[in-house]
């Protein structure tokens, strides 16, 4: 079983960065497939980046292209999203999770088996 834990969530001011990370425990970490979404209140759930299970391949919802970035470090079985030029429209909920393919469409949280339970961000402007 996959038990995801993210952290780093927290309260930033617009223009400003946070990282987020999520740590993976149960069968090897260097096999997981992550995805990063968000929800808003009153929102569906989004799709923020993925990354392979090696770290060579990414891809980034067109919203956070070019300002967050999806790593990681599997010697620390953790997946970090960084996130920079922060707007409130990027206030919600950050879940990671785990695909077991790393095949389009990456993007649906459908194909995702184990969440995380959430850490909260919040943009004020």
């Known amino acids: 079983q996959v038990q995801l834990f993210e952290s780093g969530g927290g309260l930033v001011q617009a223009g400003g960065s946070l990282r987020l990370s999520c740590a993976a425990s149960?069968?090897?970490?260097?096999?997981?497939?992550i995805g990063w979404f968000r929800q808003a209140p009153g929102k569906e759930r989004e799709f923020v980046a993925a990354i392979n299970c090696s770290g060579s391949m990414t891809y980034y919802a067109g919203s956070v292209k070019g300002r967050f970035t999806i790593s990681r470090d599997n010697a620390k079985n953790t997946v970090y999203l960084q996130m920079n030029r922060l707007t409130p429209e990027d206030s919600a909920v950050y879940y990671c999770a785990e695909v077991q393919t790393f095949t389009m469409p990456v993007t649906l949280a459908e194909k995702y088996d184990y969440w995380g339970q959430g850490t909260q961000v919040a943009v004020s402007s």
């Open positions: 149960g069968r090897s970490f260097s096999t997981y497939h």
